[in-house]
């Protein structure tokens, strides 16, 4: 039902930055929340960042607050994750994720913890390599 294409991914130094871009298609993602997740072959998948569907309320994983930003265009399907600073312990393949028909009249704060409870789609990924 819903396809999500990661891209932007690549090879950058420590202290670089990444755009990635993520485009949902079969579906609107105007009343969605989405998110980013990484992972690196071996471990744990770790929540990155997600946002509300109007965008007004964003959460981050402690490891990258001050660093990344997520933001989404709803009108081109598409959210992004803007990546500055780049450090070692970056590297994995990110993947967007979205979680359709959100609850209504509940808090933006209250939406990303239900996202995080278990989203319905995910993409295939984009890799982030940093080394020096």
């Known amino acids: 039902q819903v396809q999500l294409v990661e891209s932007g991914g690549g090879l950058q130094q420590p202290g670089g930055s990444l755009r990635l871009s993520c485009v949902a298609s079969?579906?609107?993602?105007?009343?969605?929340?989405m998110g980013w997740y990484r992972q690196v072959p071996g471990e744990e998948r770790e929540f990155v960042a997600s946002?509300?569907?109007?965008?007004?309320?964003?959460s981050y994983a402690d490891s990258v607050k001050g660093r990344f930003t997520i933001s989404r265009e709803n009108a081109k399907n598409t959210v992004y994750l803007q990546m500055n600073n780049l450090k070692l312990e970056d590297t994995a393949a990110y993947h967007c994720?979205?979680?359709?028909?959100?609850?209504?009249?509940?808090?933006?704060?209250?939406?990303?913890?239900?996202?995080?409870?278990?989203?319905?789609?995910w993409g295939p990924g984009t890799q982030v390599t940093v080394s020096s």
């Open positions: 994720e979205v979680r359709l028909n959100p609850p209504a009249d509940v808090p933006g704060s209250w939406l990303l913890r239900w996202f995080r409870d278990g989203p319905d789609y």
């Open positions: 946002i509300t569907w109007s965008g007004a309320v964003t």
């Open positions: 079969g579906h609107t993602i105007s009343r969605s929340v």
